[in-house]
């Protein structure tokens, strides 16, 4: 590729270029007189990262780079040499200025924050030049469509973006030194946990708490109690860790989930608070359980149909706004969409399920995405969902840390599609429907369900079933009594699991 030395420059000449001389001088200085710079410089740096405002750097970086790729020793003099060859010696400032530079050459131990620095200016150069174009564009008349100019717009800074997250090589040492900082840790708090607790117990004995850069999937039929599983764990998160925790709400707004959130905590039922008939004591409880949820750092956006690179830039602000972040939770990944023409669903997904797996690692949260299982469930006849039923895609199944599969059975025992004689916890539901009889108050039945969490996946550890209540009146999952805990184990190891505990 031709060496473009020409300056940087921006079509609006009232914008300031960001750029730092001194900075350039510096790094470049600490090249030419020491080995060691020269190839931390050679690793991080690049020709753009030397926009040429008021001097010619880069064709300096350019002569060393060419050096270096020759398998040149690195000096003033050869330095020199290369430049006259390339006929940029004068125009750098020639002898007298490369030698300024090698004299201010100090602190060879912060070359890389330095290079890190440069890249950092390059990438608010790139962007300002983005948003530029854009507006340049807009001044010549040459918008069309909005949705499409717009969309090009956000792609083209979520590029420049993107380049901020490449990681760099880190030795052994680096990490091991890193994974012992943390094995000292996790031994002082005395804690089994090494994530973020749940607030229930068997999933975080599976997971040892949902872990920071993961990504996680929750799949589920519908009516099966998905989003109300998602807002108990976000909940959780949020007020068992001290934590915020993000809620993308595709399919449901705010108030809509605030109501199931309010009948969760207080108790009361769900349906008296949608409809306003609350008693005294209802009322009561529901405005404390309204002012106690002030303190707990759960953010909600009820955006239907989100873009995905606008759901990132949300995420991205979010984490800038609240560096405890914890855990973003989306609901669910089948609304979510994109830009540019529309290919295939599966090729959306793959690129969406890709694009959240990535901003787990790149904000190191946990990012919990719900998802539909496909209406193949339907056709087995235990009705067991498998990884195989992840809706439209299975790049799911492949980009995913972690993955539940949720199974309620008494839905389909009420549906009439498994016998009552072949359910796993027929025993429970006679039970259950025993004391819902005898109970003289109606408000106490709170239509409780078995839900089994299956924890199909488990890329750090073992996999298995956890069985949870879901209280459908209140919208609320939780941990079952160690009695019911074992009669459910039993049960399921009586009638067999296709999946190991």
Partial sequence: MKFDNNPFTLTDKTIIIPNDTILERTVLGLMITSPDALEVGMQHLEASYFPNIDN????????????????????????SGKLKELRLFSAVGGLEYLSSIAEEA?????????CLSLRDLD???????????????????????????LSDLLRDVTKVAEERRIMDFESL????????????????????????????????????????????II?????????????????????????????????????????????????????????????????????????????????????????????LIKARKLKRENDDLCAIFVDYIGLITTSGPVESRQIQLSEISAALKGLARELNISVIALSQLSRAVEATKDKMPQMSHLRESGSLEQDADLVFLMYREDYYVK???????????????????????????????????????????????????????????????????????????????????NYSE
């Fill in 56 to 79: 010619n750097n880069r064709a300096i970086f350019h002569a060393m780079k060419l050096l270096h790729e020759e398998s040149v020793n690195v000096d003033i003099v050869t330095v």
């Fill in 106 to 114: 100090i602190t060879y131990s912060a070359i890389k924050d330095y």
């Fill in 123 to 149: 990438l608010l150069r790139k962007a300002l030049k983005v948003m530029d174009t854009g507006i340049e564009k807009h001044r010549q008349g040459k918008v069309g469509d909005v949705n499409d100019y």
């Fill in 173 to 216: 040492g680096d990490i091991a030194r890193d994974l012992k900082a943390h094995l000292e840790k996790m031994q002082k708090s005395g804690s089994k946990l090494t994530g973020s607790r749940t607030g229930f117990s068997d999933l975080d004995q599976f997971t040892h708490g949902f872990q920071e850069d993961n990504y996680i």
């Fill in 219 to 311: 799949a589920a039929r519908p009516a099966v109690g998905k989003t109300a599983f998602g807002l108990s764990l976000a909940y959780n998160m949020a007020k068992l860790n001290e934590r915020a925790v993000g809620f993308f709400s595709l399919e449901m707004g705010n108030q809509q989930l605030m109501q199931r959130l309010v009948s969760k905590v207080s108790g009361v039922l769900h349906k008296n608070i949608m409809t306003g008939y609350l008693n005294k004591t209802e009322r009561v409880k529901v405005y404390e359980t309204l002012e106690n949820l002030k303190h707990v750092k759960l953010y909600i956006d009820e955006t239907p149909g989100i873009n995905i690179n606008d759901l």
């Fill in 415 to 497: 549906q009439g599609t498994i016998k009552p004689i072949d359910a796993t916890y027929q025993s429970y539901y006679e039970t259950l429907a025993r004391a819902t009889e005898e109970s003289k108050d109606p408000s106490k039945n709170l239509d409780v369900s078995p839900v089994d969490i299956i924890l199909a996946k488990n890329r750090s550890g073992e996999t298995g079933v956890a069985t949870l209540l879901f209280f459908k009146a209140i919208s609320s999952f939780d941990n079952p009594s160690p009695e019911l805990t074992k009669l459910f184990t039993s049960a399921r190891k009586e009638k067999g699991s």
